[in-house]
Nanobody, 121 residues
Framework: QLVESGGGLVQAGGSLRLSCVASGSIISVDIMGWYRQAPGKERELIADIATSGVTNYADSVKGRFTISRDNAHNTVYLQMNSLKPEDTAVYYC?????????????????WGQGTLVTVSS
C-alpha cells in the first residue's frame, strides 16, 4: 500500500529525496509521515504532514529536512539536506488512510517497507 524510494548512500553534507506513494483501494489519505530507525534504536517520528499542509518536525531534523505531499497523487516526499552520519537509518513512510476492505470503508495505519539511508563521514 505504501512504497518508498530514494534511499541510498551519500556523503555527509549531501542531500537525498525520499518519495512514498500510497496505492490500492484508497478512499482518502489523512496524515502522512516519515519515521526512521537506526541500528539498536527505537523507531522515531521525524516529520509528518496533514492534508492541509500543516507540518511537524523532530528537533533533530528541523531546518535540514522538508516534508511535502501531493494530495492528487497520494504521495509524500522528504527532502533531506545537510545530511549527517547520525541520520543513517532505515526510513519508513507512514500514513493513516481510509480504504475499502470487502466493500466497506476501513480507517487504518499503514507502513511502507522501509528504505535505507546511509550517510558516510
Amino acid at each position: 500500500q505504501l512504497v518508498e524510494s530514494g534511499g541510498g548512500l551519500v556523503q555527509a553534507g549531501g542531500s537525498l529525496r525520499l518519495s512514498c506513494v500510497a496505492s490500492g483501494s484508497i478512499i482518502s489519505v489523512d496524515i502522512m509521515g516519515w519515521y526512521r530507525q537506526a541500528p539498536g534504536k527505537e523507531r522515531e517520528l521525524i516529520a509528518d504532514i496533514a492534508t492541509s499542509g500543516v507540518t511537524n518536525y523532530a528537533d533533530s531534523v528541523k531546518g535540514r529536512f522538508t516534508i511535502s505531499r501531493d494530495n492528487a497523487h497520494n504521495t509524500v516526499y522528504l527532502q533531506m539536506n545537510s545530511l549527517k552520519p547520525e541520520d543513517t537509518a532505515v526510513y519508513y513512510c507512514n500514513a493513516y488512510m481510509t480504504t475499502t476492505d470487502w466493500g466497506k470503508p476501513s480507517y487504518r495505519n499503514y507502513w511502507g517497507q522501509g528504505t535505507l539511508v546511509t550517510v558516510s563521514s
